[in-house]
């Protein structure tokens, strides 16, 4: 029921635990241990995909993560979608379903592949070559087509429910693989009682001994040596184990990332559960024990289902227990192919024939292949498979001096190829290691290092397991030592295991056929044969990075794990230069491809940036606020009673402040207390203002500039007393400004006694607005007199408000008689409601930031940012009045000085007003003197300026708005023309303040 | 992500830190006596040097202090961080 | 009248997670205390607390702490108290000595997070080692809690309290809770 082509017995799998899964609408069962590939080839299934490009039919190559056919899409629901999961790395659970990609209507029958048939047509580089023209048609038509025929999977529409976490954690020693090298590494580091990691992408620690069945460590079968080694680092308490994790990037100062997939394997996975977690490891030494990858042979046909990886056949039979054919040909250019084929031999698959590239076999590999009746075959070459869905056949021709003879053919419904094995560099790489060639073994190895790693086993050259075992644990030890640690008891390790050789092939296989009728694949998931990177080098392409663009060899989901090395080998027989001589691509981050889950982790919703909120919000929110907004704060913009939009709600708010009172949340204003004996002086440092000659108790509106002396923040600031200053700023401006003030402070003048302290959030503040207020707040006030007398305009006073400590401000940014009401944060809400309830007699109306916005705009007030844009001096904006012109020196004078800061034709800061009252501007129109210019211009028309702040003016009537024009206070009184979509729309230039501009009102 | 070490907490992560541009560039004592040229000079023109450079950062999400790092531009790796004020040390392989 | 009631709130609808235990700590005094080295004396003997100079570390007297934030900075706790006479009788102890006080009781609130995966739930947005051997009981430190600044104190191996502003509370709170919720 499990399958025809499992094993009786052996491998890993749990054979009580039989699990249902469905793979393309089909119902088939395999054991818990399996992965779907696995389960599928146990089932006599290896037809799993379609290629990118030619729809060719595809099996799965691989038993790992380097796997470039077999891609699958798993779905759970409609949201828990995943496309492009490798079937060799999706564990098996209940109820599993999986579909194919890239085919139409089936994977049996696939309407694309007519593209195979026209594959002469679409060489290396078609795409560059053939949709060219007509111009546009790209977007139109070649691209949305392209991307129908040649996809991968399709991502889910709907939002990703589950959760992803994020974590940082540091260690002393991060091993990556838990193969040989890695546990040996592991035992050794965490013998010296190190902090250890050990981490692994598979589902079970261990790597190759996964497989092995015959070697014996220590006296023990592999498999027990490697239970006892796995139990003895669970037991040490030091060491942090996780399977099912990918080391997938390297970032500097031995920053690895890693995704750990949590939930993926289950079949009903706890909602509590992370899906994926990122692990964000520091560690002080690394080792890489990533292991190496066996390499395709690039021959004719070498990709029809059937066709695979050798020492994947091995794995699927001896750690899955599923055989994966009936009748095998080995083709090999080392001794992987003969412990395949043995060990095959031995599981109940006939071994048709080896084909061994190579002239003679090292060792006594093939005398036991004969042994066990194995036509064993040296010199020769496979030069093409028959079959469709699935091999059922295989060319075998000799090699004679180079030349290929005449081709045999033998039926067989496996082919396994082994062209040696390709240390898996891909972590040393991202570290920025330097890679080194080494001919004998034609593999990158681990040069010098950049980063605090070493690499160990087979991922650096070093072959057979007691070699690899000695390797990782001297490996392991060494990274413990320098990380600070002593040394680990010596360990001899007692190995009995077959020995394979190190010979290997890269480049394309000869094959002596019409190369027009012969493809050979390099990468099987792109499409790209050998012809195709001929043809790229006889075009022109020399540097690896831009055959590979070219080809698109190396791009695929696997990036280039199993066609990299080929790829060169071609090159280099092409261009008759070695391959260091060619370099290699860069090996970039993710290993694998990555979930955008964990990267988000946890910033999503409600969590995706910190929401701020004043101690007056829910009032606000309980009233129907509209909220904007604010750098990360939510700030009410409006107060809408019922049936009102934006327009009418900031109307009625306006004239309430202009006629009788309003009361606004101004929490967000950033505030600042400067304290200490040089608190004046630094304040004269930072600000243009002059400050040694305010009073205690006396307010000023204090401009700050940069160095370069543009325009940086505003605020009114309050002396509390000869060393106390109460600095307010934008709302947005307030983490900057402080960085500011700290970094003249603390690196230009650290001999001032003067010390910054933020505030902020310390004191919620009200501000009452309008000719009513005093009348309203005075009867609150404990022990404050507010009579015009003793509490004038733009004063600070201290005392109580409703038996609450608090700071009162004489100050408008209305233009109308205000108070703000600061009072210690946690009795923000308390006192607004006790002011509110106060203000109930004279209609005091709660107002938002709009209705700030366009009170502030009638009186000409700016808001940096709005009307400077980083560009303005002070008096761009009619502030040139807050420059000390007696001061020394302060941030940003000796700029003001330079003649363009004050040349005629800056631009300046003016007010607008339309011919036509009713006209709104837009914000950010431009202004120009030519009338009548509709947007586009068919000519080019000098801009002047631009609207920087525009309303409808429910006091005036009409609309304002606030512009920067090129010397602008020239123009005042001029008309000007603003051109739009619409038509041209005709403006007068005005001074900048719309009401009360004598200020009368602040003392009403 | 740096690790970076700060003069008064130790090794930190970067993400804690803010960069803060090229250090030992002073504040004149007195900026009116400058020259346009001489003014832009010191509000502008950085080094940028390939190899070893002199530079401020702040540790704004710890203990607050400014402080100068010696950092290989080529390499990213950190060669020394020193107290704002202090000297820069004496490392040879100045600027490659 | 004084409350953090939506704070409140937010914490007492919390679910119970034993491995990591959150809550909101009471109203405390907290002063911003900045000085050179004349100041640290008498402002520690006048506070109860003796202000460390060792970066950060902490101090403690009965329930008061003296929190080293910087060379130059202390943030001094006072759970339950009122700052206003705490304030007065340090400016008294360094009157004449260049320093800076200042109230900044409302500014924050507390945050308890205790249990045995404590540290693993911080982890998960605080980029710090929170090995007892390299965080170890009596470390304080401003950094960082995701996107918020928080100051970290540990009080016990697996007893922690935050300090953080106001209005990142809502957030700080939800990101530990959601880091936690894998304990449920």
Not at chain 1, 509 to 518: E, T, Y
Not at chain 3, 150 to 172: K, N
Request: some cysteine; aromatic content about 8%; proline content about 6%.
């Amino acid at each position: 029921m499990t399958g025809s082509f499992r094993t009786a017995s052996g491998g890993r799998i749990d054979r009580a635990k039989p699990l249902a899964f469905r793979f393309d609408g089909t119902t088939y069962y395999g054991f818990q241990g399996d992965t779907l590939a696995s389960a599928l080839i146990a089932n006599g299934v290896h037809l799993m995909g379609r290629s990118f490009k030619y729809h060719r039919p595809r099996g799965v190559v691989s038993a790992g993560s380097d796997e470039p056919n077999a891609l699958v899409d798993v779905r759970r629901d409609d949201a828990r979608t995943t496309p492009n999961l490798r079937a060799t790395q999706v564990e098996l659970y209940e109820g599993l379903v999986a579909t194919s990609q890239n085919r139409w209507p089936s994977l049996a029958f696939d309407a694309g592949a007519m593209n195979d048939l026209f594959s002469p047509f679409l060489p290396a580089g078609f795409y560059y070559k053939t949709f060219m023209w007509p111009a546009g048609a790209w977007k139109r038509f070649y691209e949305p087509k392209i991307r129908a025929m040649a996809g991968l999977g399709v991502a889910p529409t709907l939002p990703d429910p589950d959760r992803y976490t994020q974590h940082y954690a540091h260690c002393d020693v991060l091993v990556i693989g838990a193969g040989p090298a890695g546990i040996a590494a592991a035992l050794a580091a965490s013998a010296t009682g190190a902090r250890v990691m050990l981490v692994d992408e598979q589902a079970e620690f261990g790597g190759s001994l996964l497989a092995e069945t015959a070697a014996t460590l220590d006296g023990k079968p592999a498999q027990q040596w490697l239970a006892d080694g796995l139990e003895t680092l669970a037991a040490s308490g030091n060491v942090t184990l996780r399977t099912r994790t990918t080391a997938f990037g390297y970032f500097p100062h031995n920053m690895i990332a890693l995704a750990e997939r949590v939930t993926e394997h289950l079949a009903s996975p706890n909602p509590n559960l992370p899906r994926e977690r990122l692990w964000q490891v520091r560690a002080t030494e690394v080792v890489i024990a990533a292991g190496a990858l066996e390499r395709p042979l690039v021959f004719p046909e070498n990709d029809r289902p059937g066709v695979m990886l050798a020492d994947a056949g091995r794995t699927y039979l001896t750690r899955y227990g599923a055989k994966p054919g009936t009748r095998a040909t080995v083709f090999t250019a080392c001794d992987s192919g003969y412990r395949a084929a043995l060990e095959l031999a031995a599981g109940g698959v006939e071994v048709a024939a080896i084909a061994d590239l190579r002239p003679q076999v090292h060792g006594d590999w093939a005398a036991k292949a004969l042994d066990a009746g194995i036509d064993v075959r040296p010199s020769t070459v496979v030069t093409g498979t028959l079959g469709r869905r699935r091999v059922s056949g295989a060319h075998l021709a000799k090699l004679k001096a180079g030349a290929v003879g005449p081709a045999e053919t033998v039926a067989c419904d496996l082919v396994l190829m082994s062209g040696g094995f390709t240390p898996s560099v891909h972590m040393f790489s991202q570290s920025r290691g330097k890679l080194v060639y080494d001919p004998a073994l034609q593999v990158y190895l681990p040069g010098t290092s950049v980063e605090r790693e070493r690499s160990a086993g087979a991922c650096r050259g070093v072959y057979g397991l007691k070699a690899v075992i000695e390797d990782g644990y001297a490996r392991g030890e060494g990274a413990a030592k320098d990380a600070g640690f002593g040394t680990s008891s010596p360990r001899a390790f007692a190995v009995e295991a077959a020995e394979l050789g190190t010979d290997g092939f890269i480049g394309a296989v000869p094959h002596g056929r019409n190369p027009a009728f012969a493809k050979a694949f390099v990468d099987w998931q792109n499409d790209v044969t050998s012809k195709d990177i001929a043809l790229a080098t006889r075009e022109g392409f020399r540097s690896i990075e831009h055959v590979k663009r070219y080809t698109t060899t190396g791009m695929a989901t696997d990036q280039g794990k199993s066609s990299n090395m080929n790829a060169l080998g071609i090159v280099s027989e092409q261009l008759g230069v070695g391959v260091p001589q060619i370099g290699l691509t860069t090996f970039r981050p993710p290993f694998t491809p990555t979930t955008f889950g964990i990267f988000a982790g946890a910033a999503r919703g409600d969590l995706f940036d910190p929401i701020r909120t004043t101690p007056i919000h829910d009032w606000a929110a309980e009233r129907g606020a509209a909220f904007e907004d604010v750098s990360l704060w939510k700030r009410a913009h409006y107060f809408p009673k019922t049936g009102e939009d934006m327009h009418a709600a900031v109307a009625r708010e306006c004239k309430a402040v202009r006629s009788s009172a309003g009361i606004f949340d101004a929490s967000t204003l950033g505030k600042i207390e400067i304290v200490g004996p040089d608190a004046a002086e630094f304040m004269n440092r930072m600000y243009t203002n002059a400050w040694t000659k305010l009073e205690p108790g006396r307010l000023r509106y204090g401009v700050m500039l940069r160095e370069d002396g543009f325009v940086m923040d505003d605020g009114v600031v309050g002396r509390l007393s000869h060393d106390r200053f109460h600095v307010t700023t934008t709302t947005g401006g307030a983490p900057r400004v402080l960085a500011h003030m700290e970094d003249y402070l603390q690196t230009e003048w650290p001999d001032l006694d003067v010390w910054l302290t933020s505030t902020t959030e310390q004191w919620a503040v009200i501000a009452v607005q309008g000719p009513k207020s005093r009348e309203i707040l005075q009867p609150l006030m404990d022990d404050i007199d507010l009579s015009r007398a003793a509490f004038p305009h733009m004063s600070v006073r201290e005392g109580h408000v409703c038996g609450v400590p608090t700071r009162v401000f004489s100050v408008s940014f209305t233009g109308e008689l205000g108070f703000e009401v600061n009072v210690p944060a946690e009795h923000g809400r308390a006192i607004w409601e006790a002011i509110f309830k106060a203000g109930a007699p004279y209609g005091i109306t709660p107002y938002g930031t709009e209705t700030m916005h366009v009170l502030r705009a009638e009186k000409g007030y700016i808001i940096v940012g709005q009307e400077t844009d980083g560009t303005a001096v002070p008096d761009d904006v009619n502030l040139g009045w807050a420059v000390g012109k007696a001061k020394r020196d302060f941030v940003g004078k000796r700029s003001l000085e330079r003649a363009a800061m004050s040349a005629p034709d800056r631009k300046q800061l003016v007010g607008l007003l339309t011919t036509d009252p009713k006209i709104v501007l837009e914000e950010g129109a431009q202004i120009v003197a030519e009338p009548g210019v509709k947007v586009p211009s068919p000519h080019p028309v000098p801009m002047l300026g631009f609207v920087t702040s525009s309303y409808a003016s429910a006091t005036l009537e009409r609309s304002i708005a606030l512009a920067m024009i090129k010397g602008g206070r020239a123009r005042i009184g001029t008309k000007l023309h603003v051109p739009m979509p619409g038509g041209s729309i005709e403006v007068t230039v005005v001074e900048p303040s719309f009401y009360d501009p004598k200020g009368e009102r602040f003392d009403a | 992500m740096l690790i970076i070490n700060c003069p008064w907490c130790g090794a930190r992560p970067e993400i804690e830190f803010r960069y803060g541009g090229e250090a030992h560039i002073a504040r004149p004592a007195d900026p009116s006596a400058l020259s346009d040229q001489e003014w832009a000079d010191f509000l502008y023109n950085r080094t940028n040097p390939k190899g070893r450079h002199a530079e401020r950062w702040r540790h704004i999400h710890g203990c607050g202090r400014y402080f100068n790092a010696v950092r290989d531009t080529v390499s990213d790796f950190f060669v020394a961080t020193y107290k704002a004020g202090e000297p820069r040390p004496d490392i040879a392989g100045e600027t490659k | 009248m004084p409350d953090n009631a939506a704070l409140q709130r937010l914490s007492e609808g919390l679910r119970p997670i034993e491995a990591v235990r959150l809550s909101l700590l009471g109203p405390a005094a907290r002063l911003a205390f900045r000085s050179r080295e004349a100041g640290i004396g008498p402002a520690g003997e006048a506070f109860g607390v003796a202000l460390p100079r060792e970066a950060n570390r902490f101090g403690q007297s009965g329930s008061r702490f003296a929190f080293w934030l910087g060379p130059d900075e202390w943030l001094l706790l006072a759970p339950g108290e009122d700052a206003a006479p705490l304030a007065a009788a340090i400016e008294a102890a360094t009157l004449g000595v260049p320093h800076a006080l200042v109230d900044v009781s409302s500014r924050s609130v507390g945050i308890e997070i205790a249990g045995r995966e404590a540290a693993f739930a911080l982890n998960q947005g605080c980029p710090l080692d929170l090995s007892l051997a390299a965080f170890p009981i009596g470390m304080c430190t401003r950094t960082l809690l995701g996107k918020a600044e928080i100051v970290l104190v540990r009080l016990g191996p697996e007893l922690f309290h935050l300090d953080v502003w106001r209005s990142f509370a809502p957030y700080v709170i939800g990101y530990l809770d959601e880091a936690r919720r894998e304990f449920a």
